[in-house]
């Protein structure tokens, strides 16, 4: 089951957290995996350790905000895979503020990576899909496109808006054997919320954390292979009824608070 063998994958933005979990976790299966990463030196890292463990993986430097950069690079993707089997629009950027506090240029810098970003690969990958009969999309949306936290108002926007485009795209292609589903992670730890506890509360650093993770009910953060695991079923020919569907991954917090 969830064997992955010969299909090809493009993960963005996988060069730490949960893109890199993806990834590895999808090579684990046998696929061949395209890192779509900014971060040169993270993406590398991140093939390192795919090829370390006897998978298949390649370094494509690339910014998803850049529309004809990444058609091109789908094109390439496309070209060397004959088609493309897996995409997961996982790149994107975190944003702590409200309305008052929110800058015009970070609304627009936030839904420019998180969704335009998700929307410019789309059209590549659904491009390439078309190409090869088919494939799996999965977009990495968020509990918070849903449901309302403090001081997430773009992030929250960019969410909703990565979900929504999950929905048309699944309904648009019913017929063309893609499959679009959506992922809603909770609280991952990753090295995002260790940061943002470093900078935010440097003086009491294991209670923030502590808050932090007992906020799902569940009572811990999640961690990145929990929310890859998802990923490697929903790409695998195991999920071939299912298109159109969000997939908590959130320790209850959604459903049970």
């Known amino acids: 089951m969830f064997n992955l063998k010969g299909k090809s994958a493009v993960v963005t933005g996988a060069g730490s957290g949960i893109g890199r979990a993806i990834a590895i976790a999808l090579a684990k299966q046998g696929a061949h995996v395209d890192v779509l990463e900014i971060n040169d030196k993270a993406s590398i890292e991140t093939v390192n350790l795919i090829r370390s463990e006897g998978g298949q993986a390649e370094l494509i430097s690339c910014n998803v905000t850049d529309h004809d950069q990444v058609q091109s690079v789908f094109e390439h993707i496309g070209n060397s895979h004959n088609g493309l089997d897996c ?39 659904v491009r390439q899909m078309l190409n090869s009969g088919g494939g799996s999309i999965i977009n990495i949306a968020s509990t918070v496109a849903t449901m309302a936290i403090n001081d997430r108002l773009a992030y929250s926007t960019s969410k909703g808006g990565v979900l929504a485009m999950t929905y048309s795209v699944a309904k648009d292609h019913l017929k063309d054997n893609i499959r679009c589903n959506a992922i809603q992670p909770g609280r991952i730890h990753t090295p995002f919320v260790d940061g943002f506890i470093e900078k935010n509360y440097p003086d009491n650093k294991d209670e923030m954390f502590r808050k932090l993770s007992e906020y799902q009910p569940v009572g811990r953060m999640g961690k990145p292979e929990e929310v ?10 195991e999920a071939s009824f299912i298109t159109g569907t969000p997939f908590p991954v959130d320790g209850g917090t959604l459903y049970i608070r």
């Open 228 to 237: 890859a695991a998802m990923a490697v079923f929903l790409c695998s020919d």
């Open 87 to 125: 995409l997961i629009n996982n790149a994107g950027i975190a944003h702590v503020g409200n309305i008052m506090n929110t800058s015009e240029a970070e609304f627009d810098h936030v839904l420019d990576v998180n969704l335009k970003g998700v929307f410019n690969c789309l059209k590549g990958g």
